[in-house]
Nanobody, 123 residues
Framework: QVKLVEFGGGSVQAGGSLRLSCAAS????????WGWFRQAPGKEREGVAT??????RYADSVKGRFTISRDNAKNTVYLQMNSLKPDDTAMYYC??????????????????WGQGTEVTVSS
């Protein structure tokens, strides 16, 4: 069973940067699809960025500002967030889809989730 733990959330002013980390344990393979999702109060969970077998996929709202990466040796996935905006305020979750070897943003397909880390961006 895969266990995911997120780190790195916090409060930052608009224009600032944060880096989220997701440490994975259990049966972890680089061929899985790993991703970051977020959920703001009163809104549905949305895909932010995913990575699988070297390919990546991003939500349009974060393209050019966020970068997802993975360190296979450390079983850790990162989300570098630059030029943050107040609209990026949300709880951010790490997730893995063990049945996919391609990057996608369909949340229902992800079968393991972390507990989330909160990101607050003030104007």
């Amino acid at each position: 069973q895969v266990k995911l733990v997120e780190f790195g959330g916090g409060s930052v002013q608009a224009g600032g940067s944060l880096r989220l980390s997701c440490a994975a344990s259990g049966y972890t393979y680089s061929s899985y699809c790993w991703g970051w999702f977020r959920q703001a109060p009163g809104k549905e969970r949305e895909g932010v960025a995913t990575i699988a077998s070297g390919s990546t996929r991003y939500a349009d709202s974060v393209k050019g500002r966020f970068t997802i990466s993975r360190d296979n040796a450390k079983n850790t996935v990162y989300l570098q967030m630059n030029s943050l905006k107040p609209d990026d305020t949300a709880m951010y979750y790490c997730a893995v889809d063990k049945d996919a070897s391609w990057a996608h943003l369909s949340a229902p397909a992800f079968d393991a989730w972390g507990q989330g880390t909160e990101v607050t961006v003030s104007s």
